[in-house]
């Protein structure tokens, strides 16, 4: 009989990056052109402007989260220093390096992107948000089973 790990993501991790694709969607398809050709409050358009920023920084890092946390669990499982608060970083460090690089134009992957403070302050707001939500709630669990 061997021991078999298995990861189980939290809910809420679900929700947020649903819920984060849904609104940058809804952002994108209706708020936004209904926000830009109605000329409402400067104050909106930044936000409507500025979202994706957030809503990537907060997707892509819990994306990196779950692809490290995997590759931990998978080929590091005896690397028993390496803490899950280590893997939250290492996935916040590596999204804020794209994300922020991105809006710096240090590398231009993604999209032609053009360098606006607010979109800058989204993302690090974004990157902080997901860092310190995983840190406070976790992001998976780690459950036993027997294989026979």
Do not use: C, W
């Amino acid at each position: 009989m061997t021991e078999n790990k298995k990861i189980k993501i939290k809910p809420y991790v679900i929700y947020l990056f649903v819920g984060m694709f849904v609104m940058f969607a809804l952002n994108k398809l209706l708020l936004r052109p209904f926000v830009l050709q109605n000329d409402l409050a400067n104050a909106l358009q930044v936000m409507v402007l500025s979202f994706p920023n957030f809503a990537e920084a907060v997707m892509g890092t819990m994306v990196l989260t779950g692809i490290l946390f995997r590759v931990k669990h998978i080929t590091l499982q005896k690397v028993t220093f390496l803490q899950p608060g280590h893997v939250f970083l290492a996935a916040a460090i590596l999204a804020a390096i794209y994300v922020i690089f991105g809006e710096l134009r240090v590398h231009n992957l993604g999209n032609n992107n053009t360098y606006d403070p607010n979109d800058l302050i989204a993302s690090v707001i974004g990157l902080n948000l997901a860092y310190f939500t995983v840190r406070k709630f976790g992001f998976a669990t780690i459950h036993e089973s027997a294989k026979n």
